[in-house]
């Protein structure tokens, strides 16, 4: 299969860079994105966020959630903080998450794992009772961080810094796609969107091997009716080319 075929499902801009990591392994990388990361524009929540950032130093942890919000999050300190505040935990979760925070000079540490769970497991030695914690994220999200943190006794806030949204597509679009042997999909939102429109336009997809970031996704992916879901254990692109090295016998 040196010229597999694979949908990458992910947002840009991170959706072309991952396009040209798979195009080194000699695959075929196919880009339809299932969300759109729209950074908050509306001048009142920005001078909301601007107050945050400006606040920041008052945080013992700050978490981010995904490679977007440590971006965007990187603009805002750049633009509020030249140089950043000490003793602050800076936290990404995830590789991809983390790493993106250590190209801008951002000191982030980063579980072992990969997922929010992995995460509270990660943090559970740490004393969190009144800690104040500062969730980076998009609008929404799951709570389950927030929620698990404030049991413990931190004192949470959320950061918001963009909309997710669900990209417009037509029949033509799915149409007009080369085959497909291989998908990667990144987060459970992702796979909801494309499993919506594969119900629609591709049903023969739900048989093609699917890669998921955590096994919270691939067991959503089977019960949505992928029959082929595999966990890749990351949303970065090293695990995802790992498993996807195993699916193709590379």
Known sequence: MQDCRIL??????????SRERVR???????????LEITPVEDINKKAIIRAQIFDIDTFDYVIFVSK????????WLDECWPMLPINVHWIGIGQGTTQTLLNEGVP????????TEALLEWLKPARMKDQKVLIV?????????ANKLKERGAKVSYLSLY?????????????????????????????????????????????????????????????????????ANGADDNSL??????????
Not at 8 to 17: A, D, F, G, H, W
């Open 68 to 75: 977007n919000a440590a971006r965007l999050a990187c603009d």
């Open 137 to 145: 994220r998009g609008e929404g999200g799951r709570p389950e961080l």
């Open 241 to 250: 080319i790992k498993a996807t090295e195993f699916h193709t016998g590379k």
């Open 8 to 17: 990458i499902t992910r947002p840009e801009p991170e959706n072309s860079l």
């Open 108 to 115: 982030a540490l980063s579980n072992p794992g990969h997922t």
């Open 163 to 231: 909309d997710r949204k669900k990209p417009i597509y037509y029949a033509q679009t799915f149409f007009m796609l080369p085959d497909i042997n291989l998908i990667w999909v990144t987060s459970g939102e992702s796979l909801l969107n494309l499993s919506e429109y594969v119900s629609l336009h591709k049903p023969e997809w739900k048989t093609l091997p699917i890669l998921t970031p955590s096994i919270r996704v691939n067991q959503q992916a089977k019960e949505m009716g992928w029959i082929n879901a595999s966990c």
């Open 24 to 34: 080194a392994y000699g695959w075929v990388a196919v880009p339809l994105p299932m």
